[in-house]
């Protein structure tokens, strides 16, 4: 499921872009695209702020540029579950899809937008 309510202002774009970037709402929610186990939760360059979802062995989703993490490292999360909360004024998040370790188009794992 789509992490965020927004309309995609970056497409994915490697080497430059390796995910989307949706611009959210002010104090808009993160959801995790699917059920997993936060492995990241954190700092890190270039991504700000974000957690990191493993899947199974061989997808992770990432949520970058969050003002907030609203999960644990460790912790079980369900699809659909807040994982994060963006800032007071309007941003944009990093959403990434990685396979076997590489970045993979996420509009083309996600539901078709109405």
Known sequence: QWPADG???H???PP???GLRIAVPANGTVRAAAAGWAIHVGALR???TLVIVKHNDDWLTVYGN???PMVKEGAHVDAGQV???MGAAASELH???RGNGKPVDPASMLPARG
Request: proline share 0%; aromatic share 14%.
């Open 7 to 9: 309309t995609v202002t």
């Open 11 to 13: 497409g994915y774009a």
């Open 16 to 18: 430059s872009s390796k």
């Open 46 to 48: 270039g991504y700000g």
């Open 66 to 68: 969050l003002d907030q």
């Open 83 to 85: 994982v994060g909360r």
């Open 95 to 97: 959403f990434e899809v």
